[in-house]
């Protein structure tokens, strides 16, 4: 069995007019959520999202449950935006650790997370941060294209690359934890992260004073640095852990997996016996390799077969590859443009911020110039009719939704 006591906590914080934050939390599923979008969509995303995960854990307390019930959050979310035009552009961020039970009838916890909320664990008074933020300057981090440091006060370390009700698709990054009785696990929204230090954090989260007053004492030493964002804390502490028979950490969604297992070059060695069967083992081994190699020729077309456009450095930058890479082949950047970054209408702003793929590098090319030349018109035609004047209205609305933080 694994079994958790648990604390909570949402606070609005000092600066922001609304909690757009949601969690959740009881004996088995622990969620954090943090909405994004104006006019109370931001809410109305967390708070969809939460009931929706919770409803379909319910149902299904596999990590196979977990999963779609983010999909069908993320589906979910995604309607009521495209039905409600006040809405278009909201979706959350998702932090969920549910215990899951395998196929063994092992009940363990499994970390689900999308966006920039965060998961840490604590044992004997270390932290350790087990989630990825998905936001544009971690991921540049991860390219290499940032050092941590830069990335602490880069302006678009909150811009999310991943979200619940963004796009129809969506990839969750799954991943079991080794917990033992007596760790703690932390879920927390940006507006905790953002306003202690990793230090800071591991000392109020794991001091030994009971749960709730540890959640509490992480709300108001965020709220007493400044309070800049809703700020939301759920805390659980292992009495009994268990170990899945099964450990998964990957990436699960709609894009295609990579491939996993290859064969390794240490299993095609010959063993010294009799002609023939060396014989046989050589081809055997001529055959692995030329396996691998093909392997590696597949993928690096895969990796590469693809354009897409992305901000960089304040102009439209023309991307070859993946945009999030595929195994080591890094998505490489082929041409900046000229177009600047601030001519675009702020709709093709976010589409270019979540990354247009193009099926070759003269479509890449010829779409930039086109979003450029529509904002150029839009430029020129912002006073005629009132269809226009509606058009405004809705991106003004995403401007103020896109960016979170
Ligand atoms: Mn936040």
Redesign the pocket.
């Known amino acids: 069995m694994t079994r958790w006591r648990y604390a909570a906590a949402t606070d609005i914080g000092l600066v922001r007019e609304t909690n ?2 949601a969690i959740f939390i009881d004996d088995s599923l622990a969620v954090v959520a ?1 909405g ?1 979008g104006g006019h109370a969509a931001g809410e109305v995303a967390s708070a969809m999202t939460i009931e929706n995960v919770h409803e379909g854990f319910l149902t299904d307390q596999t990590v196979e449950g977990l999963l779609h019930a983010i999909e069908s959050a993320n589906a979910a979310v995604l309607r009521e935006a495209r039905d409600n035009p006040n809405r278009f552009g909201m979706g959350t ?1 998702i932090v969920a650790v549910g215990l899951t039970r395998d196929k063994l009838g092992v009940v363990s916890p499994t970390l689900f997370h999308v966006g ?2 965060r998961v840490y664990q604590l044992r004997d008074g270390a932290l350790r941060q087990l989630t990825e933020d998905h936001s544009v300057a971690e991921e540049w981090v991860r390219m290499g294209r940032l050092t941590p440091e830069e990335a602490l006060n880069h302006p678009r370390r ?1 811009q999310l690359t991943r979200g619940v009700g963004v796009e129809d698709t969506i990839d969750i990054d799954v991943m079991s934890i080794n917990a033992q009785a007596g760790d703690r696990l932390l879920l927390c ?3 905790l992260s ?1 306003e202690l230090s990793p230090e800071g954090i591991a000392r109020l989260a794991s001091a030994p004073v009971p749960l709730d007053q540890a959640v509490n004492n992480l709300v108001e030493a965020a709220k007493q640095s400044g309070g800049h ?4 804390a759920v805390l659980v502490e292992f009495d009994e852990a268990e170990v899945s028979s099964k450990q998964i950490k990957r990436t699960l969604g709609t894009a295609p997996p990579p491939v996993a297992q290859i064969s390794r070059p240490g299993s095609h060695r010959a063993k010294r016996k009799g002609g023939w069967f060396s014989w046989r083992v050589g081809v055997g081994s001529l055959l692995g390799i030329g396996i691998v190699i093909g392997f590696f020729v597949v993928l690096h077309w895969y990796a590469y077969s693809t354009y897409y456009l992305a901000p960089d450095h304040g102009v439209i930058g023309v991307y070859q590859g993946q945009p999030s890479g595929v195994l080591w082949f890094k998505p490489v950047l082929v041409a900046p443009t000229n177009y600047s970054y601030a001519q675009l209408r702020p709709a093709d702003q976010i589409s270019l911020n979540a990354t247009i793929s193009e099926p070759s590098l003269d479509a890449a090319l010829s779409y930039a110039a086109s979003i450029h030349s529509e904002w150029q018109a839009s430029q020129t035609s912002s006073v005629t009719t009132t269809t226009v004047g509606t058009t405004t209205t809705t991106v003004a609305t995403t401007t103020t939704t896109a960016k ?2």
């Open positions: 757009q934050d943090d994004m961020t920039d909320s909150h929204s940006d507006g953002n964002d809703n700020i939301s979170k933080g």
